[in-house]
Structures are given as structure tokens and as C-alpha cells.
């Protein structure tokens, strides 16, 4: 069966900082993957998403995350953290086939300090 | 154009009572999605509707729990004599059409809070 892990709960970063949010899926074939924004009082928003080919993929915001099959990991990265960003981001696979499904993460809330 | 909207925003119910949650998509979207956002749990799929029919239903969390779509438009979310722990955040989604390759754009969600 999909899952999706985000291993850090609560991440705290420093304005001007680099950030790596974590996010590991098990799937059999290829997966799709997605990266979602939930800002306080807002609703969700695709930051990013990667179906096949270049496995570095570019977001909104500034954000990237690159697929590494290898390691069954997709991580969103940004170069330099904003106090806007902070918020709640979700990692999501999902599948189409006999059917459709799509697995969320159970989230990362980023902090920023000033 | 409008978002997809959700009403109510808050919906506080007694334990045993039923409640119905509406979605209303962006106009023009065939696709529609029902999820369930739990503290702790993340977000929980719970059905779709390509159109007006739901090919998997599996998803729901209990035979409580029901969604129906009519018109290809607004959806309804039943539960029925609701539980403690049916208290979350629920979220409605929709999509040009159904599938991996159209984006879905999110509802504000409704707040439902069992006593």
C-alpha cells in the first residue's frame, strides 16, 4: 500500500536560512508527487508537483524538490526562508490506474524566526 | 472566478445528531474531492466524484458517513449520528477532471466539533 512519511513534525528556521523539508513514499511504480502549502486560515495550495523527466523539479514561491527513486524520497527545499513561509507543508503521492487515490503526509509546520 | 466554498465555516453538533456538509466547486470542474483533516492525522481522502458518481467509496471511514453530488455540481456530506471522534476539519477539493494530472484547488474546509 501508498504511504507517505514526513519524519519532522515541527521544523525551526532562521529568516535568510535554507530549508529542507523531508518527505519518503513507498509505491511500487512510479509515483506521482505533489507538495502542498497550508498557510494559517487559508486553504491548501500546490507548491509543486512531479509526474516524470527532470527529477529536479521547480516550484511557486522559490520552492524546488528533487525526486530520488533511489532513496524513495522527495524533498522540497527552498535557498532562503521568508517569514511568509511559515505554515504547514504536506507531501502527497498518489496513483491512477483501476482507480485514484491520493495519500497525504501528516504535515510539517515551519517556524521562522526573525 | 470564485473558489471552491464550503458552509458551514464552524458546524457544532452533539454527539448522535446528524450533520450534512456542503461543497460548492469552482464552476466548470467535472472533478470533486472530499477529504478529512484530523489533529494528528493529517489529511484523510476520503471519495471523489467525477461527475456525479463515485467509482470508489471505499475510503469513507464508517457506513455513517455518505456524499452524494447532483447536477455535477454542489456535493453534500452526510454523517449520521456523529461521534466524538468525528471532530476535524473537512475539506473539499476540485479538478477540471478527475486524475493525477489536473490540480486541485482546496475549499477553506468546515470546522465540525462533536460535544
Known amino acids: 500500500a501508498q504511504s507517505v512519511t514526513q519524519p519532522d513534525i515541527h521544523i525551526t528556521v532562521s529568516e535568510g536560512a535554507s530549508l529542507e523539508l523531508r518527505c519518503n513514499y513507498s509505491?511500487?511504480?512510479?509515483?506521482?508527487l505533489f507538495w502542498y502549502v497550508q498557510s494559517p486560515g487559508q486553504g491548501l495550495q500546490l507548491l509543486l508537483k512531479?509526474?516524470?523527466?527532470?527529477?529536479l523539479v521547480q516550484g511557486i514561491k522559490g520552492f524546488e524538490a528533487e525526486f530520488k527513486r533511489s532513496q524513495s524520497s522527495f524533498n522540497l527545499r527552498k535557498p532562503s526562508v521568508h517569514w511568509s513561509d511559515a505554515a504547514e507543508y504536506f507531501c502527497?503521492?498518489?496513483?491512477?490506474?483501476?482507480?485514484?487515490?491520493?495519500?497525504f503526509g501528516k504535515g510539517t509546520r515551519l517556524l521562522v524566526k526573525p | 472566478g470564485a473558489g471552491v466554498s464550503q458552509s458551514p465555516s464552524n458546524k457544532v453538533t452533539e454527539k448522535g445528531k446528524d450533520v450534512e456538509l456542503r461543497c460548492d466547486p469552482i464552476?466548470?470542474?467535472?472533478?470533486l474531492y472530499w477529504y478529512r483533516q484530523s489533529l494528528g492525522q493529517g489529511l484523510e481522502f476520503l471519495i471523489y466524484?467525477?461527475?456525479?458518481?463515485?467509482?470508489?467509496k471505499s475510503g469513507l471511514p464508517s457506513d455513517r458517513f455518505s456524499a452524494e453530488r447532483t447536477g455535477g455540481s454542489v456535493s453534500t456530506l452526510t454523517i449520521q449520528r456523529t461521534q466524538q471522534e468525528d471532530s476535524a476539519v473537512y475539506l473539499c477539493?476540485?479538478?477540471?477532471?478527475?486524475?493525477?494530472?489536473?490540480?486541485?484547488?482546496f475549499g477553506p474546509g468546515t470546522r465540525l466539533t462533536v460535544l
Open positions: 477539493a476540485s479538478s477540471l477532471a478527475a486524475g493525477v494530472y489536473n490540480e486541485q484547488f
Open positions: 509505491y511500487g511504480a512510479t509515483p506521482y
Open positions: 512531479y509526474f516524470s523527466g527532470d527529477t
Open positions: 502527497a503521492v498518489s496513483e491512477q490506474g483501476q482507480g485514484f487515490s491520493f495519500i
Open positions: 464552476s466548470g470542474h467535472t472533478a
Open positions: 466524484f467525477q461527475g456525479n458518481s463515485a467509482p470508489d
